[in-house]
C-alpha cells in the first residue's frame, strides 16, 4: 500500500499490474490528494466524539455489510448502522478522530490499540521512514493531539509478541485477546470517563484458519492483492476476510460478558473496497463507499466476572522503531 512514492520497483509494479498503477498514480495524485488536503480543514465524515458510548470498539478494516452477514451468529449484534468514517485508513482516521477540538473528551479517554500505524500518528518523536512521502506530511500537519493527552494510551502491539511459533506475516498481528484482556482490565480498575479498544482484526493478513489448522498462510490469505487480479475470485477472499472478523467477534463476545458499560458501540476505522469499481485495499484520503462506511453498532455489557484476564499490563520492554517497520510491513503498509 505506498502511497505515491515513485521508484524503480514501483515502476516495474505498474507495468506488471496498469490497474494498481491507475490507483495508484491517477487516483492517487489526482482524487485521493485533494481529498486528504481538504480533510485537513473540514472533517469529511463524522468523529466518534461527537456521538454517545462509554465503550467504543474499533475493528480495524470491517465493513458493514460482513458484520451484516454474521449479526444472526452473535447475540450482541442486532441493528447494524453506518456512519461515514473520517479516514480512509487508520492513519487518517487516527489524525482526524484524536484531533484537538476534542481534546476535552481525549483527555477522559482510554485508548487501547493493537494497530502499529497508531504511533505514527500519535506519538510525535516517533519518526518513520515514509516522512518524506506528501501524503504522510499531511496527516503531521493535521491538528491531532499528542499521546500524553490521553487519560492513559496503551501501544498493545509494542509490548507483546504472538506467542508460539509461526510464519512471520503471522506472528506479525497483535491476537486480540491481548486487546480483549488489557480491555477488561481498565473496565475493572481505571478510572476514566470512556474507553476504545481498537482491535486490529479482521485487517489483513488473515490468519484465523491458518491458526486453527496449523499451517502457513495461503496466497488468498496473505497476498490477497495478488490472488485476486490474478484469479478475479472474489468469493475466496471474502471468505476468509469473514473467518477473521468471526475470529475478533469471538474476542468482543468475551469481552461484553466481563465489563460492566451501558452504551457500547461496535465500529470501525475504515472498511475494504475489494475490488469494486476497481478498487483495493483501503488509502488515504479514498471516499469509497465501502471504505468510508462504517458500521455502528449499538450494544452494552455486562460483567459476570467469569473470565480472568492473563495478559500483563505493558512494561518499558518496548520493540524498536525497525520492529514496528517490520510488522507494518508485514501488514502492507510498507515495501
Known sequence: MTQYKISLENIKKAI?????????????YGYRLPLTVINGFQTLGTNIFDKEWDLLIILDTCRADALEELKS???????????????????????????????????KTTYITGQSNS????????????DKQLIYKLLRLMPTVDVDDFNKCEYVFKYKRWDGDGPDNLTQKTPPRYVTDRGIEMGRGENHEQLILHYLQPHSPWVANALEEDRDLREYEDDWWGYLNRTGDTETVWEAYLNDLRYVLDD??????????????????????????????????????NIRKVPWVETSGNDSESYTPTTPEPTDDKISNEEIDRRLEALGYKT
Open 16 to 28: 506488471k499490474s496498469p490497474k494498481r498503477a491507475f490507483d495508484e498514480v491517477i487516483l492517487g
Open 73 to 107: 451468529e452473535y447475540d450482541f449484534i442486532t441493528d447494524v448502522e453506518q456512519i461515514w468514517s473520517v479516514g480512509g485508513s487508520t492513519n487518517e482516521w487516527t489524525a482526524r478522530t484524536f484531533d484537538q477540538s476534542h481534546l476535552d473528551k481525549i483527555s
Open 119 to 130: 504511533i505514527n500518528i500519535l506519538d510525535r518523536k516517533r519518526q518513520y521512514d515514509d
Open 252 to 289: 468482543v463476545e468475551l469481552l461484553l460478558n466481563n465489563i460492566d458499560a451501558e452504551k457500547v458501540v461496535i465500529s470501525a476505522d475504515h472498511g475494504e473496497a475489494f475490488g469494486k469499481y476497481n478498487i483495493l485495499g483501503h488509502k488515504i484520503g479514498s471516499m469509497h463507499p
